[in-house]
């Protein structure tokens, strides 16, 4: 049966997570955390379910999964976002499913749950009227909590070892005694593939992968999901990327990255000014560097900030300086002011970084 087949792979997760937690010790403190909000969910008759401006595949996945399975429970449920999804998550029936925030209240629920960031910034102008309509809001996320950021709410789960929101919710809904089905295994299996890209980020944990193993007996086109998530470039997009990727400027014996675009050019070229953090991704490719930063301006003088590492750089405190957040390895922020001083300052302080970072070791 598949509930058997269900919970032999959550002991193995847990066994997975174990492992990992004694390295930090704060296991115990995160199961009594998740037992206390399935216990909520149980009780709950109408819930919220919502995730960050500019959402993607992860918590998008999480809240769709979330849907289906409290839906089966019989609770009242809503996807309300602050913002429009991507069109490219139109396979997920985003369209049908997902409301988008427009200045109305949101409906009076018992519960509701944001996921994929523990920042409430990232979540307005939604989050006001939703702690408004809501009796409780609660954050579901594997974000570290930012040391100068707003504090998530009391009784927030986060899991920093989880490499997807996802897997929390998977956990969620195994707690809750949900059936697996194709529609809830196809939204989690998007949240792993997308926030992994392709189990390329699994924190050195084989829960992603085992996960994966259970939601294929489910989903029965994983390339269609992976198409769907990763083959989206228009040829527009190509060459704003190759042009993009002309003007990138390499330092500290190309061990560090910078690259300068603007959101205009960007929408120019038919692009969603949120697509440009590709460039950065693409340039994280190339095997000797260690820190990449995408400076996008948005309108004069104002600013969105995308860092990655390949993880022997911490980029997060980096982003904290600028007033932003994110992972250890994948972070931003907002900024405003001049771009030459930001271009100048980026530079220095990575690549400080990337002089002070461990050698690399072969696999
Ligand atoms: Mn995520």
Redesign the pocket.
């Known amino acids: 049966m598949a509930t058997t087949r269900n919970h032999d792979v959550y002991r193995t997760l847990r066994q997975a997570s174990s492992l990992l937690a004694h390295s930090d010790g704060n296991l115990a403190i995160l199961d009594r955390m998740l037992d206390v909000l399935v216990h909520q969910l149980k009780s709950a008759t109408s819930v919220v379910l919502s995730t960050h401006r500019h959402c993607?595949g992860?918590?998008l996945g999480a809240q769709l999964a979330l849907f289906y399975g409290l839906r089966q429970l019989g609770k009242q449920v809503w996807i309300l976002n602050p913002d429009v999804p991507p069109k490219k998550y139109a396979f997920l029936q985003t369209d049908r499913l997902v409301q988008v925030f427009d200045g109305s209240p949101p409906p009076p629920a018992d519960l509701a749950l944001i996921f994929?960031t523990n920042d409430r910034r990232l979540v307005e102008p939604l989050i006001g009227p939703l702690e408004h309509s809501c009796k409780q809001v609660l954050f579901v996320d594997?974000h570290p909590i930012l040391q100068n950021g707003p504090a998530p709410s009391k009784g927030s789960v986060i899991d920093i070892s989880a490499a997807?929101?996802g897997e929390i919710a998977f956990r969620l809904l195994q707690a809750l005694g949900v059936q697996m089905n194709a529609e809830i295994a196809r939204a989690l299996y998007t949240s792993v593939v997308f926030?992994t890209q392709m189990f390329r980020y699994v924190k050195s944990d084989p829960r992603s992968h085992l996960m994966a193993a259970e939601l294929l007996r489910y989903e029965r086109d994983p390339e269609a999901v992976h198409q769907a998530l990763f083959a989206t470039y228009t040829v527009e997009k190509m060459n704003f990327l190759a042009r993009t990727l002309a003007s990138v400027e390499y330092f500290a014996d190309s061990r560090v990255a910078f690259v300068a675009v603007s959101s205009s050019q960007a929408l120019a070229s038919g692009l969603d000014p949120e697509e440009t953090a590709d460039i950065i991704d693409l340039v994280m490719n190339i095997e000797s560097i260690e820190a990449g930063a995408l400076l996008r301006e948005d309108a004069p003088g104002v600013f969105k900030l995308s860092l990655r590492s390949k993880g022997r750089v911490q980029v997060l405190p980096l982003a904290e300086s600028f007033g932003g957040g994110g992972h250890p390895f994948a972070s931003g922020a907002y900024l405003k002011g001049n771009g030459a001083t930001f271009r100048t300052s980026l530079i220095d302080k990575m690549t400080a970084l990337a002089q002070a970072a461990p050698r690399r070791k072969a696999p």
């Open positions: 993607d992860d918590g994929d594997h997807s929101t926030d």
